[in-house]
C-alpha cells in the first residue's frame, strides 16, 4: 500500500532527518505556547477577568479545559488537589492536541508512538513520586513496606525476637511488591495510550484510503472520540497517582 503523504516528509535536510513523531510533538508545544499567550493576552485585555468572553473564543476554550481538569482533581483529590492543576492540565491539554493532530490531513499523532507516550508516562511517575516525597518526606517510603513496619510492644524481648523474622520477611515482601507496581504504571500508562491511538489513526488511515466520503466522516468522529477519551484515562490515573502518594492515610 502506497505510503501517505505527511507534512513531515516536506521537510529539508538535515531536518528531516528528525523523527516525525518527534516533529509533531514540537509542533504541538508550539501550537499550545502560542495558544496560552494569546489566551493571557485576551485575559489581561478584558475589562472584568471574571466575565467570559461573548461567543465562542480562544480565552473560553481554555478557559473551559482548565475548569474541566479542575473539576477532575477536585472530584478525585479535594481542593487540596488545586496545587497540582498546572500538572494535571499539562497532561490534559498536551495529551489531548497531540491526539487530535491525527485527524488532520498529513500529520500523525505523537502518541501513536511508544517513545513518546512512555516519556509520558515516565514522566508521571517521577512527578507523582517526586510530590509523595516533597509531603511526606523519608517517610513516604513507608507506603511501600506494608503494614507491618514495627515489631508488636509486648514488652518481652523473646516476643519481640521472634516476631522479627516476620517483620523482614513481610517488609522485604511488600518492598518487592510495591516497587514492581509502581515500576509497572509508566510502562501501563505509556502502552495504553500508544495502543487506542495507533489502533485509531489506523483505522482512520485505511478507511480514508478506501473512500474519501461519508465513512470517513463516522471514523474521524470515533476517533475524535478516542482522543478525548484518552487524555481523559491518562490524566485521571495521573490524579489518583498523585492523591496516593500524598495520601497520609497509609
Request: hydrophobic share 50%; net charge neutral.
Amino acid at each position: 500500500m502506497e505510503e501517505p503523504f505527511t507534512w513531515h516528509s516536506l521537510l529539508p535536510y538535515p531536518l528531516s532527518l528528525v523523527p516525525q513523531h518527534t516533529f509533531t510533538a514540537f509542533l504541538v508545544m508550539v501550537l499550545l505556547v502560542a495558544a496560552g499567550y494569546l489566551g493571557r493576552r485576551s485575559l489581561l485585555r478584558a475589562k472584568d477577568p471574571v466575565i467570559p468572553d461573548e461567543g465562542l473564543s480562544l480565552r473560553n476554550l481554555l478557559e473551559l479545559l482548565v475548569g474541566f481538569v479542575v473539576d477532575l482533581s477536585d472530584s478525585v483529590m479535594g481542593k487540596r488537589g488545586r496545587k497540582f492543576v498546572h500538572l494535571f492540565g499539562s497532561f490534559f491539554i498536551f495529551i489531548l492536541t497531540a491526539n487530535l493532530m491525527g485527524l488532520v490531513p498529513g500529520f500523525s499523532p505523537p502518541t501513536n508512538n511508544f517513545n513518546v507516550t512512555l516519556g509520558l508516562g515516565l514522566t508521571s511517575f517521577v512527578a507523582y513520586n517526586f510530590c509523595g516525597f516533597r509531603e511526606h518526606g523519608s517517610g513516604y517510603i513507608r507506603q511501600f513496606i506494608g503494614p507491618m513496619t514495627s515489631l508488636p510492644s509486648t514488652g518481652r524481648k523473646i516476643m519481640s525476637f521472634l516476631f522479627a523474622p516476620i517483620l523482614v520477611v513481610s517488609v522485604l515482601f511488600f518492598f518487592a511488591l510495591e516497587s514492581i507496581s509502581h515500576m509497572v504504571r509508566p510502562l501501563s500508562l505509556g502502552l495504553r495510550l500508544f495502543g487506542n491511538m495507533f489502533g485509531d489513526h489506523l483505522v482512520v488511515e485505511i478507511f480514508t484510503e478506501l473512500t474519501y466520503v461519508i465513512i470517513p466522516v463516522v471514523f474521524y468522529i470515533l476517533g475524535a472520540l478516542v482522543s478525548v477519551i484518552q487524555a481523559f484515562v491518562f490524566t485521571l490515573l495521573s490524579v489518583i497517582y498523585v492523591a496516593m502518594a500524598i495520601s497520609h492515610e497509609h
